[in-house]
């Protein structure tokens, strides 16, 4: 069975720190891209960052760039996503999907996940 599953979502005041996992199971982690994504109510999706499991590519989104950063365990099929210096508009419900890499296209593959968790809240008060 297929899961990616996040974790280490909360409640935050602006200015701190939150670490969210997405662990993965069941297809073959080094064939994927797996991305974070995130959406608050009334506005669009927003894809934040990426890695490319097979070449440890990685895409950062300009509004997180500097503060945010994605890493992976190989070893534990799971993907990090470090959030530092939270802003409240960083508040959204944040969700990790994977795609195959060899068919990922743009980093903003959005839709066209073959995989997707099923969210964790963040919520950044002022």
């Known amino acids: 069975e297929v899961q990616l599953v996040e974790s280490g979502g909360g409640l935050v005041q602006a200015g701190g720190s939150l670490r969210l996992s997405c662990a993965a199971s069941?297809?073959?982690?080094?064939?994927?891209?797996i991305g974070w994504f995130r959406q608050a109510p009334g506005k669009e999706r927003e894809t934040i960052s990426c890695?490319?499991?097979?070449?440890?590519?990685?895409y950062y989104a300009d509004s997180v760039k500097g503060r945010f950063t994605i890493s992976s365990d190989n070893a534990r099929n799971t993907v990090y996503l470090q959030m530092n210096r939270l802003k409240p508009e960083d508040t959204a419900v944040y969700y990790c999907?994977?795609?195959?890499?060899?068919?990922?296209?743009?980093?903003?593959?959005?839709?066209?996940?073959?995989?997707r968790g099923q969210g964790t809240q963040v919520t950044v008060s002022s």
């Open positions: 999907a994977a795609i195959k890499s060899s068919r990922r296209g743009s980093w903003s593959y959005g839709d066209l996940y073959d995989y």
């Open positions: 069941g297809f073959t982690f080094d064939d994927y891209t």
């Open positions: 890695i490319d499991m097979g070449d440890g590519a990685k």
